[in-house]
């Protein structure tokens, strides 16, 4: 029979053990070996049974083994040690406190940090792929760092789904109902002990409520919002039922709570516990965005300002990360839909349905009048936004350019802070302790935590043996993890023991291994690689140099051509001739790339360009000494250095993207699969079966050690933290304190003010006149030109504005690149025809083509960037803009 009500009963632990608790409720255990040693010490089979799960460890070990523990004085010890190194490390200073000290103004109190979804651990399942695990990195590589981030997310009852294969190869979903009582989390309550929650009105007088999961993951605790509570209709129970699930209003439903009752969750838990109010409110993608129109509310209803003073004020305390390369990875929601949930009845108090529908509108040319875009929202919402490599950020600098008409790609405000991964999360502790024998225990420490130096120095000095045995050990684990995995798949697909005796036989750990695992949109080409199926064939059956390939994937639930492209490869992994030398696992999470990344000798990636907004699971791969074989896009495309692996030719069709679907698409597949067999046949097979007398591959583990020195400092997600609190956390904390002025809020005002006077009169700034003492012929390089430019500026003056030479190199058809920039001096007052005169000479330092031209641009000393107005008066196009030829 079937309950009628479910819950859990949990152990109580014998007086001696409760710091198993303590230490159990602290997600540090997911990336600290020693506690999880301890843990699977307490009972290895139910340890491995628990999915190495300390909470659900605790809650099925047996009593009696449980009393053995407390009597158990070596136990006890090292459970002492270990809660005693864990409260030093919340409450010691560390990277972060230091810097405080030494820093000339105070870095943020405090930085909420808002996802929609985050890959903690696998005992935590909130995540889909890798918007989440970059999440997860970004909070456990802030406590290490001691940066003070609250994170904010939602609680999915049903997580992301479980994935299996039917027995044709086709995707099968599952949603198993999470508890959060076997989850290491904690509800927050109020004093009284009642759940504290946060409560939004809906449309029909309806009301969405929800309670606050609390996940300490270190020193940072994680606020998740959950509407699956006996408050709510089971319409509204449902909002956060599933990560990515449900229609349009559903997915409106989850962004509205983790946007607004996320800030009033982070509200609720700072009056419950003291914490410092956050200075940087950081959205993580569009899907948060809405907590700037909360955070709007709170102003105008605490502070007394209006919406545009409110504005200016969010903006310059808020950072908007964008993580797509294409606008169809954007959400967008019926502007209707939109209205219907923030205006009416349901309107924030102060903030008008006009001016949220005006954050999210589709402006510029070719945008959609009747959607509302996410991604717009957040980046008017943010005085400071980035992309997530250096590739990225061009990309998103041209995707969203229609947001600042008038200005070149290379100008929209989008910078790049490029994706780092969690080293203690993703390092085999087999690789920490081979770099640990040669450099120390706590400089390995340090140097993956920190990531504070460019090269990781003493790993030089370990010998070829070593990093072979350590590379065949760990490609055994692999092969036997693999086969478990296979086993289990194959039962699930209806097969019989009987059947798989084959399965003892799959991989071989001396052969070349090559890891493929992340989601299955179109873009990534999973079946790329079966472009030509007789050629792969030949690949993994070659008689002296044998490749095998491991393969994983997941594809959206909605998504028919994703799971199309999972069969066609589950169907090539099946062929008896081949199935020993490529599989396909399905269920690919966390649990199980902490497995493939240290196995496989290269990591395959072949996104089609530039499609890949950054690509973090070959950073994981290269933090065990996996060589990277990938198209140049993400964060290859700026560290790939020709010594740590293979950089796949593209066939480039001018700016490089491509509907995935589309003719063209399938001709470069065909390039670049040919690029890709030629490459493994002839450079990466024949350099790992190249081996000296002794039997090794000197060459191979050059390359290997040579990723690990170089990449390894650079791909940490401790660097990554540790460029966001310097060049984006502090930057906003100091100018959001600049516009509250302790609380009177009288900069924002000002602020405020002053833009809807430049936009009221911008109109009228014009360039009238430009002339220069440039004589025909070719000037000489290190001369100067003497400029003058005649402005009208209207209703404005001299010090609203910033006259400019932007000059450079010009092409065929006088287009500037690599532009520098200077300013021009305004000489004397308007003349009769209210025109200023501004002066400046232009110094002639580069050779060949060489050209300039003037624009006039708004200048405010708290602008984040000249073109943060969207505003810019350029002179009138002339046939060819003053080019001069330099010798």
Known sequence: MKAIRRFTVRTVLPEQLQPLHELALNLRWSWHPETRDLFRSVDPDVWAATGEDPVRLLGEVPAARLAALAADRRFLRRLGDLADDLREYLAGPRWYQTAAQQAAVPPPAAIAYFSPEYGIAAALPQYSGGLGILAGDHLKAASDLGVPIIGVGLFYRHGYFRQSLDRDGWQQERYPLLDPDELAVTLLREPDGTPSRVDLALPGGRTLAAHIWKAQVGRVPLLLLDSGIEANSPAERDVTDRLYGG?????????????????????????????????????????????????????????????????????????????????????????????????????????????????????????????????????????????????????????????????EAADVPITSVTNGVHAATWIDPAVVRLGAAEIGADRAEEAMTTGETKRWTGLERIGNTEVWELRRTLRAQLVDEVRHRLRASWRQRGAGEAELGWVSSVLDPDVLTIGFARRVPSYKRLTLMLRDPERLRALLLHPTRPVQIVVAGKAHPADDGGKRLIQQMVAFADDPAVRHRIVF?????????????????????????????????????????????????????????????????????GDGVLDPDSREAERRDDIEAAALYDLIEDQVAGRFYDRGSDGLPHRWIAMVRHTLVTLGPKVLAGRMVREYVERLYAPAARAQRELADGGAYGAARELAGWKAKVREGWPAVRVEHVEADCPDEAQELGSALALRVQVTLGPLE??????????????????????????????????????????????????????????????????????????????????????????
């Not at 200016?312 to 929601?333: N, Y």
């Not at 070719?366 to 008017?380: H, Q, S, T, V, Y």
């Not at 990938?630 to 030719?649: H, K, M, R, T, Y």
């Open 798 to 887: 001299p010090a609203d504005v910033e006259v400019q030479v932007v000059s450079g190199r010009v092409d065929e058809s006088d287009r500037i690149s690599d532009a520098c920039l200077f300013a021009l001096k305004p000489v004397g007052g308007p003349d009769l025809d209210g025109r200023t005169r501004y002066e400046g000479s232009l110094e002639l330092n580069r050779t060949g083509p060489f050209g300039y031209t003037v624009r006039v641009l708004p200048a405010h000393p708290r602008l984040a960037s000249p073109a943060e107005p969207g505003l810019v008066a350029l002179p009138p196009e002339v046939p060819a803009m003053d080019a001069v030829l330099l010798r």
């Open 585 to 653: 696992l399905p269920d690919y999470d966390m649990a199980m790339a902490r497995h493939l990344y240290p196995g496989c000798d290269v990591w395959l990636n072949n996104p089609l360009r530039p499609l890949e907004a950054c690509g973090t699971s070959g950073m994981k791969a290269a933090l065990n000494g996996c060589l990277n074989l990938s198209v140049l896009d993400g964060w290859w495309d700026e560290w790939f250095d020709g010594q740590n692996g293979w950089a796949i030719p593209t066939a480039d069709t």
């Open 247 to 407: 229609g349009s209003e559903h997915r409106l439903l989850q962004e509205m709570l983790l946007g607004v009752g996320g800030v009033r969750a982070v509200r609720a838990y700072q009056r419950l516990t003291g914490h410092p109010a956050p200075e940087v409110f950081h959205t993580n993608e569009g899907h948060a965005g809405f907590l700037g129109v909360e955070r709007i509310r709170e102003l105008v209803a605490g502070a007394g300002l209006d919406f545009a003073a409110a504005l200016e004020s969010v903006r310059a305390g808020t950072l908007f990360t964008t993580h797509t390369p294409v606008p169809a990875g954007i959400d967008r929601f019926d502007r209707e839909l939109v209205a219907r949930h923030f205006g009416g009845e349901t309107a924030l108090p102060g903030v008008p349905v006009e001016q949220v529908l005006a954050l999210g509108a589709e402006t510029w040319r070719g945008g959609d009048p009747k959607l509302f875009n996410m991604a717009a929202m957040g980046l008017r919402l943010a005085q400071r936004a980035n992309g997530v490599s250096t590739l990225h950020g061009e990309v998103s600098r041209s995707m969203f350019n229609g947001l600042w008409p008038g200005f």
